[in-house]
């Protein structure tokens, strides 16, 4: 069990705090009716009555009503007289339009302290915004503005309905807003207008209107009389958390760091460090080179020196054949470094890279392996290689610090050339065209030399036998000669291709290393591997280690560095001393979220955030009626199809959700049949396209959703034959009517974000399979008050574009599209980004967030208010709970924030979202690197954990908020199966799930 705070803070008008120990919230004016709201939120408490907001001397009195969806009925919100629309006198009374209630100050507050959720009006006159860009007049609220808040307007002269409200509204909603209630705005381009990003399509349909019921609590609209507001929210509970960071102190000593430059130019490391060590006896007896700098606390003079190709010595591999046999060395003085200042982490990397030889691991890319410890998978051709991420950075809080985190490479045992001679035999056809697809882009491993290689083509031309210049020999040598020679590996196949990997050189021009496919060892899971669950079920057995074994594995490690000689001798000569223990922090609980469903609301699981339970006993919060749909399939398939249709059918009705049976129809198993059976029967009225698919080919699968989001537009849902075989199969239909139901228009469920005129956007890059050097760019921005429809384009970036303007013409999009459908600009822009890594941070801000603000200038004078927060989820750093002081380390529950002692400059927070059932949860990094908005740092953090709540294709918290994972999704399937930007006539729709 969790902890949990028992006490709730209330903040009157005065300012003084007060609690209430059960819990409940402080009404005065006695109303029990059910609150639909977030229970950890917000909610108001009255300290006046009606009589205080309205003059009972008003010579005529006229009230508006809303209608409450929820509820099926109307309450007042207007209530004027001869005092005028500006008179403070005649404000209105309701929550949602009052400047002191829920989203306001409250009177004593100033306006630098405004809340963050704010309308925007003048905080002492009724003012209403205007359907102009950026202007406000003060006049009575229109039904245009009603509708942009999901409110049915009516113009009544009736008493308060209230008096005859029946308990029995409560489970009987009427959804009286409907999307042709939604007007797009007439003062930005339509999509159909030609300065429109959708210029030439001229048969585009309008988009869905967002399903925009209200977001507040029933009890907020139920008492519209408060003066005031009072945001309440529970205390979070501490608890004591652990960090896989150890402390890393710095001793009193200089270091020196001096310049080494070869003559000729050295391209290999390796014999850099060996040409090097030829002058140990003036160097000094230990010091550290990285190939560019040497680090010494012993003070060397400026040196000239000679060095020569050193003999190799017996069982040593040579060094690439470099060109010259003899070599000038300078080494000059460059500074300093005074260790009572901040030191370079990337100086005491050096010395950590140096521990990792001496405790003889191997290093793989940017990680070190211990192939003595490997663990073999045979019956799935597969071994891992248990490494270590390590990392030495002295940006915490509690100074430089070691990082350590337990890491698997998956090894294959079959060669590249297994999977050449496996497409040979079938002889499909264009087979080299598919091998190549399949292979380019792959990383694999040189056993010879235990090096890593991206494959970046194949040379059907050459083979082993095929000569090149050796550099330093006059005579032509053959790949056969030369991998005999240098590693005493004899070639057997003397037909297969050759392996393209393109070289950088830091110095001199790039070359094409060739690689013989033999030899080469593939790494990573295939994506047949990936589709196979046992296969995955045996590897996660080992690679998912549990938060107990992981702690003891990593603390051991340390232990083992301070332990073995060779390793402590490096710390010491460095002045460094390694703390044994892991540090520890304080985390902070995020109380359960209450999600809304059709006719209530369930607070989530608190140990696990997941609510499939309740998405199978509640209705769907809102669904558009699937009446005209087509249902393809393969006449082998014949018996699934007709079974998907039936079962769609029929959990429908249990979810609220309206399937009629669609109109099935078989084609022949070929794309030319589909697309010619999909033109012919892809009526303008079609809402969704489902295929059942006959296997498992991603060609297939590619093929078909080329054809469905980009010749023609149409929602398409595919299903797998084999899917539908399975006993469990009323629970995967009752997924798959869900996952259409969003991708046609409807809501799943909601969560009460309490945010007005902000518009929350989620960016991904995601790097095309087929294209490396193009990338697609996910963008998905959020057109409703609930923050669960969305606009998602899409766009295609060459890597060799100087100045990529990919967001900046989402960005111009989505606010054209956010004011066709609010009537207005948001005046928050939220912006979560994804992807970013910690070196390229410094060009994400000075190229996509420069692009993002020149593109307010095209709206006019206009300047919203924007957070821009980096969303960092492949980083290596794990929290471990103790709970009731237990020594077991346990996973944190869902909802600890960690906020203080670790992170990057300036503001930043580790959440743990999401619930793992195997293995060690991993935390999330966000970084606000931008804020000129008025909200709070523990109102970002509650607000990211919200989003985290509302990605519709899972049944619970997932890492990152959802128009993250939304934007992630968009750029997968671009770069994975279109290749091309999707129809605008989809960018309404979640079409990508």
């Known amino acids: 069990m969790r902890p949990r705070g028992t006490q709730r803070s209330t903040q009157d008008s005065n300012g003084s705090r007060t609690t209430s120990n059960d819990g409940s919230v402080n009404n005065q004016n006695g109303n029990n009716n059910q609150n639909y709201g ?81 309308l925007p009006f003048q905080s002492q006159q009724t003012s209403f915004s205007s359907p102009s860009l950026g202007q406000v007049n003060n006049h009575p609220p229109s039904q245009q503005e009603f509708a942009n808040f999901g409110l049915s307007f009516l113009d009544m002269n009736l008493s308060d309905p209230r008096d005859s409200m029946s308990h029995s509204n409560f489970s009987s909603p009427s959804y009286h807003n409907s999307p042709s209630s939604l007007q797009p705005s007439p003062f930005l381009p339509t999509p159909n207008s030609p300065s429109s990003f959708f210029s030439g399509t001229s048969s585009l349909n309008p988009p ?49 760091q001096y310049s080494v430059q070869f ?104 990680h070190f392996f211990d192939p003595t410890k490997s663990i073999q998978i045979p019956q799935h051709q597969v071994e891992l290689w248990p ?44 087979w080299k065209q598919s091998l190549t697809k399949q292979i380019v882009g792959q990383i694999v491993l040189t056993r010879y030399s235990n090096r890593i290689y991206r494959i970046d083509g194949i040379d059907w031309e050459k083979n082993p036998l095929s000569t090149f210049k050796k550099r330093g020999c006059a005579e032509d040598y053959s790949y056969v000669k030369y991998y005999c020679s240098m590693y005493n590996r004899a070639i057997n196949d003397l037909n297969q291709p050759l392996l393209m990997h393109n070289h950088h050189r830091k110095s001199g021009p790039d070359e094409t290393i060739y690689l013989i496919p033999e030899l080469c060892s593939m790494t990573g899971i295939a994506e047949n591997m990936k589709a196979d669950p046992k296969i995955m079920r045996d590897i996660a057995e080992h690679a998912r280690v549990k938060p107990p074994e992981r702690g003891a594995q990593i603390t051991s490690f340390v232990q083992t560095i301070l332990n073995r000689p060779e390793a402590s001798e490096c710390l010491k000569m460095m002045g460094l001393e390694l703390d044994t223990n892991m540090l520890p922090t304080k985390g902070q609980l995020l109380l359960p979220e209450r999600i809304i469903f059709g006719k209530k609301s369930q607070v989530v699981d608190e140990n696990t955030a997941d609510w499939s339970k309740e998405c199978r006993s509640n209705q769907l919060f809102s669904c558009i009626p699937l009446k005209n749909w087509i249902l393809l399939y393969v006449k082998k398939n014949e018996k699934e199809a007709k079974d998907l249709a039936t079962n769609l059918v029929k959990v429908g009705t249990s979810l609220g959700f309206q399937i009629d049976p669609p109109n099935r129809i078989e084609y022949k198993d070929d ?48 299903v797998k034959a084999k899917t539908l075989s399975k006993k469990s199969l009323l629970s995967i239909c009752s997924n798959i009517a869900r996952q259409i139901g969003c991708k046609i228009g409807g809501e799943l469920w909601r969560v009460d974000i309490p945010l007005v005129s902000t518009m929350i956007v989620g960016i991904d890059v995601y790097f095309d399979a087929v294209n490396r050097e193009q990338s697609s760019i996910g963008y998905c921005a959020t057109m409703n008050a609930a923050f669960t429809s969305y606009f998602s384009p899409v766009s295609i970036q060459k890597s060799n574009s100087e100045i990529p303007d990919g967001i900046r013409r989402c960005t111009y999009e989505s606010l054209k599209m956010f004011h066709y459908w609010n009537g207005r600009l948001p005046e928050t822009i939220m912006i979560y980004r994804d992807g970013v890594s910690d070196g390229t941070t410094d060009a994400m801000i000075q190229n996509e967030v420069v692009q993002i603000f020149s593109t307010f200038g095209q709206f006019g004078n206009y300047s919203p208010k924007v957070s821009v927060v980096i969303v960092r989820k492949r980083i290596h750093t794990r929290f471990f709970w103790k709970n009731n002081n237990s020594d077991t380390l346990l996973n944190p529950p869902p909802g600890t924030l960690v906020d203080s002692g670790i992170g ?90």
């Not at 009389?225 to 979070?236: D, G, L, N, W, Y």
């Not at 990057?904 to 999330?924: E, I, W």
Request: hydrophobic share 30%; charged share 20%; net charge positive.
């Open 208 to 256: 869905i209107a967002p399903q925009t019921k209200p977001i507040l609590s029933i009890q907020q609209l139920l008492n519209p009389s408060s003066p005031s507001t009072v945001v309440e929210r529970k205390q979070r509970a501490e608890i004591d958390i652990l960090m896989n960071h150890f402390l890393l102190t710095v001793k009193n000593q200089i270091l020196h």
């Open 671 to 718: 794309h030319r049949s589909f697309l010619d059976t999909v033109k012919l029967y892809a009526k303008d009225d079609i809402q969704c396209v489902v295929c059942v698919i006959p296997s498992d080919g991603k060609d297939r699968y590619d093929s078909i959703k080329q054809a469905l989001c980009v010749e023609i537009p149409i929602p398409s849902q595919c």
């Open 904 to 993: 990057a400059k300036g503001f930043d927070f580790f959440l743990v979202s999401q619930y793992a059932s195997q293995g060690t949860v991993t935390p999330t990094h966000y970084h606000v690197v931008h804020n000129s908005t008025d909200i709070e740092p523990q109102d970002l953090q509650l607000i990211t954990y919200k989003l985290c709540h509302l990605y519709m294709n899972w049944t619970g918290t997932v890492r990152v908020p959802a128009p993250c994972q939304y934007a992630h999704k968009n750029a997968y399937l671009v770069g994975q199966s279109l290749h091309q930007e999707a129809s605008p006539k989809l960018l309404n729709n979640l079409y990508f799930l």
């Open 263 to 366: 003559t000729p130019e050295v391209d290999r490391n390796s014999l850099k460090k060996r040409l090097l060590s030829q002058h140990t006896e003036k160097l000094g007896a230990y010091y550290v080179f990285d190939g560019n700098f040497l680090l010494s606390h012993t003070k060397i003079p400026n040196l000239e020196v000679a060095a020569r190709l050193p003999q190799l010595k017996e069982g040593q591999k040579p060094d690439n054949n470099p060109d010259h046999n003899s070599w000038s060395i300078s080494v000059r003085f460059v500074k300093s470094l005074d260790p009572s200042s901040s030191m370079p982490p990337q100086l005491f990397n050096i010395t950590l890279s140096e521990i990792l030889r001496a405790l003889k691991l191997k290093p793989l890319g940017k």
């Open 38 to 118: 977030n229970t950890n939120s917000y909610h108001t408490a009255s300290t006046s009555n009606q009589q205080n907001r309205i003059p009972s001397s008003a010579p005529e009195q006229r009230r508006l009503h809303i209608h409450i969806p929820q509820v099926g009925a109307s309450v007042p919100v207007y209530q004027g007289g001869g005092g005028g629309y500006g008179n403070p006198q005649s404000r209105p009374v309701s929550p949602l339009f009052n400047p002191d209630s829920i989203w306001s100050t409250t009177p004593n507050s100033s306006s630098s302290g405004r809340n963050l959720y704010s």
């Open 387 to 430: 490494g270590y991420y390590t990392s030495i950075g002295n940006d915490f809080k509690f100074g430089s610090t070691l990082l350590v985190d337990i890491t698997h490479k998956i090894l294959r045992t079959d060669t590249v050339l297994d999977l050449i001679n496996e497409a040979m035999q079938k002889k499909t056809a264009n």
